[in-house]
Each structure stands twice: as structure tokens, then as C-alpha cells.
């Protein structure tokens, strides 16, 4: 079966441009979304993520401010900490990063790093780096799970189908490649669900096996919301399990 490669912001951008600021949809989430997540390690519990995304302002203009966290607890926070905080400055007509914030924690490594994002140019500037040329509509890790959700509800996936976009990750163009596997129905703590599972690339070799060993699964409903997140890392299993919510934008659909 011949793969149907979509490329992401070939295909929205121009969307965005003739619609402007009347955009006629909505995007699937909106400001007071809030998402927490519960990480087990094997059978352990390890640690929590969650992701908030508040109005704020930004040069003067409106944005949205999507936080991402995450976080270790009980005796793996003892054994080694992690505070990871990943900041993304957005957008609201076309959800792209204005500003970007990546301030990391891991045990005794630390990295800080701020990166704006100057669309007319194809350029952005990094606090640590300075100036670099990146590809149009060139994304953070923050943004770039927000962009895929609200493409969800402008495009039919078939498996197989291959969802491309570039972001821009350590002070590096990162290509990111997202495969559409197909639905599933998974069981949670917060209960059943209908979900549309991805394969996002990773990079064998050195935390993963292959490039299979990252699997998401997202709601097929409206808010097309991350439920879990699985890792097959060279060093064991980790999973990462929604397991509370606020402010969807619409009721998240439960099978009883």
C-alpha cells in the first residue's frame, strides 16, 4: 500500500491565511485547558505531567501560553529528580509559537534556553545560539501537540498515513514524523475510550529500541485529547496515563 505522506503546514497555513482573523472554526481546545497525567514505570508509579493553556500577552499581542511539566514523585524522586517545564507562547489564529521557554532539571543537568520565533523571516533566536534560519512554520514540542489535535478535525486519517512537520528542539531543526496506525478501544482509570493511535518517530539506538517504540493514543472524539502514552525504552517500559481533566472543549466521550 502506497504510505499518503500529509504535510502538515503545507496544508493549514494557507487555510489560515485566506480565512484570517474570522477564522470559521474553532480549534479543539481552548484557554483553562487543563491535563494531568500519572507516569508508571513498569508497575511503579513514577511521576505526573500536566498541561495547562491560559490567555496571556505577549509584545503586546494576544497569545496563548501552553505550559507542559513534568515532574517525578515518591522514590523515584528520591532516587533521581527530574522538574522539566516547557513553555510555549502560541498564536491563537494559527496556533504556531511566538515564544518558546525550555527550562530543564534532571538530577544534577540543567538547561535553560529561550526561543523566539520571527515568522516573516524564517528565523529564530535563541538565547544561547543567536540567530538561526529554520523552515516556515517551524514549531516547539509544546505547540506541536496542540497543532496535531486541532489538524484532527480537518483531516480523515487512513492507516498508514504519515503526518510530517519540522520543530525546533535543543537548538536544532528536529523533523517530526507521525504515523496513523488506526483506532482502538483502551481501558483507563478514568474508564473506555474510542482512540486514534500514532506512531510518533523516535530514534533507535539510543533510548529506544526501534522506530515503533513511541505509541499515542488520542481520543476520537472532538477534543481529540492525548489519553495515554507508551515508551519502549531500552531500559524498560514507561507509560503515561491521562487521569484528570478540565475545561474541554467539549464532553470527553466515556464508553460505559
Known sequence: MRTRVIL????????????????????????????RYQIYYGPLTGGEVRMTLEPSEFNGREVLHAT???????????????????????????????????DISEGSYTYYNEVLYDRDSNIVISQLSGKNEVPPGIMDMVSVIYKLRDTMQTIRFRPGDVLEMNTYFS?????????????EIINTRMGRFHALKFYPASEPGRM??????????????????PLRVRLNMLVGAVRMDLIEYENLRYPLINIR
Not at 16 to 27: I, K, L, M, T
Not at 76 to 97: E, K
Not at 211 to 222: A, E, H, L, P, Y
Request: aromatic share 12%; glycine share 8%; proline share 7%.
Open 8 to 35: 502538515i503546514l503545507l496544508i493549514l497555513i494557507p487555510q489560515v491565511a485566506a480565512n484570517g482573523p474570522s477564522r470559521n472554526r474553532a480549534p479543539v481546545y481552548k484557554p483553562g485547558e487543563m491535563l
Open 68 to 102: 507542559g511539566i513534568g515532574y517525578t514523585t515518591g522514590l523515584a524522586d528520591r532516587v533521581f529528580r527530574i522538574y522539566d517545564v516547557y513553555q510555549s507562547f502560541m498564536d491563537p489564529r494559527t496556533g504556531l509559537p511566538v515564544k518558546a521557554i525550555r
Open 171 to 183: 537548538d536544532k531543526v528536529y523533523p517530526v514524523t507521525i504515523r496513523y496506525s488506526g483506532s
Open 208 to 225: 529506544f529500541k526501534s522506530d515503533d517504540d513511541i505509541t499515542v493514543w488520542f481520543s476520537n472524539d472532538r477534543n481529540f485529547v
